[in-house]
């Protein structure tokens, strides 16, 4: 009717009304949305498993010894260069010999000297001055070579005593600990001797010796010279091999693994040490046959970190392997129906069969503070090469 105002709608009967007709699918969409996201980001395996990758190096002793004055503890950080222990490669007994064989020759060599008192006095006793040097020069060797097993021997009983009462007694920890003091105070002794031989030949240099003193020092001029100059040699030989072998860290890192303790016996090329660098550039992944998507270098995947914000960043593909390698077990993702063809873990992983896969190489996105070791999940982006 005409003129007649319609009934107004109650605002319950249009909520009633929104409820029973809106409000459903809304719901309906709303969780699916959330459930796509929820199996995207959380629940779907990754099509790639990638490794942050881990670089170890080894410390290992170039020549046979003793290990001695091991200074680390595992898991303690170190820095390149840093000197984590030494290395006694010689033994005490074939350094007693050597040095006993060149006492004997200079002692030969200054009853040969003898003669030469009547013609060049001067001369003869710069030798005889020169004689005593070398021969203070042997004796400090010899007491190094003591000192060195002297100072192992202290630790080692330092150690006992201190960390395990009733292994060493108070008398053989006294004991040790007198014998590297007193090998000490004769290094130093024979070490102020040597010195000062040594500046008294040089002031015989400076004085005004005959011509024929100094052609006789000329190299080749007179048998005793060339023999004296040869003892010179293999005495400083002598010298060089008792000093230790050091050991230093080549990267920064931390030490992950200790195989040798102080007092053990080495032989060349054995591990000593692992150290493990603290930072890593690369992330390494293995594609598995049958190949859908070829990856190429320069191109972009994302990764996801596992955690449980599940943070992403891109990172570029830097090298793709020209041949198949050994896939590590823990680079096998699980099968699903959007990983067949990438790295998942087919029956063959399972029964223990090893797989190969195809390597790939990414760098490793700052911005993720991925640690060396961490897995990671990689994922192709729209619009990645596909391989034939």
Known sequence: MKGVKPIPTPARLRWREFRIRVVPWLVYASVLAASAWIWVRHVAPPQLVGEVEIVRTQVNSTRAGRLADLRVEQFQAVRAGEVLGRVITTDPDVVSGTLEVIRAELNLLRAQADPLLTRERAGVDFERLRLAWMEQRVELAASRVRLQYAESEADRVTR?????????????????????????????????????????????????????????????????????????????????????????????????????????????????????????????????PPIHREPVVGMSMEVVKRTERRETALAQVLHVGSFMDAVPVNLLAPVNSRSIGLNNRPDSAASGTAQIGLPVVLSLPPELDLRPGELVDLRWLPGAPSGT
Request: proline share 5%.
């Open 160 to 288: 006992l005593y201190h960390d395990q009462t009733g292994i060493v007694a108070k008398n053989d920890y006294e004991l040790a600990l007198n014998n590297r003091d007193t090998l000490r105070k004769e290094v130093a002794e024979r070490e102020t001797l040597v010195a000062e031989t040594r500046a008294a030949m040089n002031k015989f240099r400076l004085a005004n010796l005959p011509k024929s003193i100094t052609a006789t020092n000329a190299p080749g001029a007179d048998p005793f010279q060339a023999s004296l100059a040869l003892q010179e040699s293999k005495l400083r030989l002598a010298e060089a091999q008792l000093r230790p072998l050091s050991l230093r860290a080549p990267v920064d890192g931390v030490v992950s693994a200790i195989y040798r303790r102080s007092g053990e016996n080495v032989a060349p090329g054995d591990p000593i040490l692992t150290i493990t660098a603290r930072e890593s550039r690369r992330i390494l992944a293995f594609v598995i």
